[in-house]
């Protein structure tokens, strides 16, 4: 199966971290920018952070800027989304998404990525 695989979501309080996952289950990371989204029940799916091929990274301003790291280990095709200071309202199912040729102006655009995992859920207790 040709997708991404998350991992890592789980329940914790406001001010822990957490480090979520991403698997190139049958996709080569390198070849492909890789991008991070949430979704809350009733919500539309929002752009948290991606990181193109040569490690350009991009943030959502509004919440992932400054708490938000987005890295990758093409040794090991993976993606990873480390979350700082987390918040309540950080509570979302987080997905990885992936491409082999998004460009910038369409990385916050759920419809331009070719490639989605099944999501891991974040719960940040107060």
């Known amino acids: 199966q040709v997708q991404p695989v998350e991992s890592g979501g789980g329940l914790v309080q406001a001010g822990d971290s957490l480090r979520l996952s991403c698997a190139g289950s049958?996709?080569?990371?390198?070849?492909?920018?890789v991008g991070w989204f949430r979704q809350v029940p009733g919500k539309t799916r929002e752009f948290v952070a991606a990181?193109?091929?040569?490690?350009?990274?991009?943030y959502d301003l509004d919440f992932a800027k400054g708490r938000f790291t987005i890295s990758r280990d093409n040794a090991n095709n993976m993606v990873y989304l480390q979350m700082n200071s987390l918040k309540p309202e950080d509570t979302a199912v987080y997905f990885c998404?992936?491409?082999?040729?998004?460009?910038?102006?369409?990385?916050?655009?759920?419809?331009?990525?070719?490639?989605w995992g099944q999501g891991t859920q974040v719960t940040v207790s107060s």
């Open positions: 998404a992936a491409d082999r040729s998004i460009i910038t102006s369409s990385l916050r655009l759920v419809n331009q990525w070719d490639y």
């Open positions: 049958g996709l080569t990371f390198s070849h492909y920018a």
């Open positions: 990181i193109n091929w040569s490690n350009g990274t991009a």
